[in-house]
């Protein structure tokens, strides 16, 4: 398959502290390589290459399967058409594949049956209707799994005052692919680096600072760690790296690259995130809080114009 140069657009104010960090997190290999020296980090980024553009397609193929005995919606066909519908809901809602809190992994089902899709909706939603979790699978005893009532996503539409229009800064080297046709990789810009997209705004730094900003103030349960409530909700949704394993904790709001349906056409951006019960309970931030928290984020680095789609749980499973 074809290939691209790995790189990311940033904003000048985010440019120099971004550099360095991106070629470590890309370009160390793991922990082993880690102490490399930042001029063989950055021969290795600028070397690598990515798939991403309209020429990093994939096909599935549905392997020969004998029916199966226990009815028609558990043979080859049925699993085709339940497949064909969670990838499309993956398009739609969030991402595939490794390292989506920097915007990779957005994608379309370009030539899908969309009878088939349909089929698969209809096969799912009776299937989660019947479903009675065991006692071991009970989600009162693992709170902190996924659940579709704890999800939120919305695809919003960009406006000309969009910062990364024109040139931004580069990190990595494009060879003069023509990016801005389909995409600019700028998720991690608005993850962790970004600048607001006038003066009165200037302070503004991520996504994650806005979030603990916004929910600053001491949580009734600190742990007797001393952490603000604001600290906590920037850990508990955009995560904690570093120390031991067992106390880092996975990022649970995903943002897309900018990205255009059509060449030509406006800019898009997909967010998403999963808000487990304990950060309602604990912190007093609700899915609906978090929802409209990065929407205002969003709104301040660009011109949000429209709202594309809006998650709800009812049309995915039907109930």
Same mark, same amino acid.
């Given at each position: 398959?074809? =290939?691209? %140069?790995?790189?990311?657009?940033? =904003? ?17 290999? *793991? ?23 309209? &020429? ?9 399967? =004998?029916?199966? &005995? ?71 005893? #693992? ?26 800064? @580069?990190?990595?080297?494009?060879? &003069? ?23 009165? #705004? ?23 760690? *001393? ?13 904690? &790296? ?23 056409? %406006?800019?898009? @951006? ?6 487990? %019960? ?26 949000? =114009? ?14």
């Amino acid at each position: 398959m074809d =290939t691209k %140069p790995l790189f990311f657009a940033s =904003t000048p104010e985010s440019h120099a502290a971004a550099r360095g960090w991106l070629q470590r997190v890309f370009a160390s290999g *793991g922990q082993d390589e880690i102490k490399l020296k930042p001029k063989e980090l950055e021969e290795r980024f600028w070397s690598m290459n990515v798939l991403w553009g309209p &020429s990093a397609r994939l096909s599935i193929v549905c392997a020969e399967a =004998t029916r199966s &005995s226990l009815g028609e919606e558990y043979g080859p066909e049925a699993i085709l058409a339940q497949a064909a519908y969670v990838l499309d809901v993956i398009c739609r809602w969030g991402a595939l594949g490794a390292k989506p809190q920097f915007g990779f992994g957005q994608v379309t089902l370009p030539d899908v049956d969309r009878g088939l899709v349909e089929k698969g909706w209809s096969l799912t939603k009776n299937a989660t209707a019947r479903y009675q979790p065991s006692r071991q699978e009970d989600f009162s005893r #693992n709170a902190e799994r996924f659940r579709l009532d704890r999800f939120f996503a919305a695809e919003y539409e960009i406006g000309a005052r969009n910062p990364y229009l024109g040139w931004p800064h @580069l990190i990595g080297d494009c060879k &003069s692919f023509d990016y801005r046709a389909h995409f600019i990789p700028c998720a991690f810009d608005l993850r962790y680096k970004s600048r607001g997209r006038n003066g009165a #705004n200037a302070n503004l730094k991520s996504m994650r600072q806005w979030f603990r900003d916004k929910y600053e103030g001491k949580a009734a349960d600190t742990r007797g760690l *001393g952490e603000s409530r604001g600290a906590r909700v920037a850990e508990a949704l955009f995560g904690k &790296s570093g120390g031991e394993s067992d106390d880092r904790v996975a990022g649970r709001i995903g943002v897309s690259h900018l990205f255009r349906r059509e060449a030509g056409g %406006p800019y898009h @951006l997909k967010v998403w995130g999963h808000v487990p %019960p304990a950060v309602t309970a604990g912190l007093g931030v609700s899915v609906e809080d978090a929802a409209a928290t990065a929407l205002e984020f969003l709104n301040e680095v660009f011109e949000i =114009t429209r709202v594309v789609a809006e998650f709800k749980k009812e049309e995915v499973l039907g109930h």
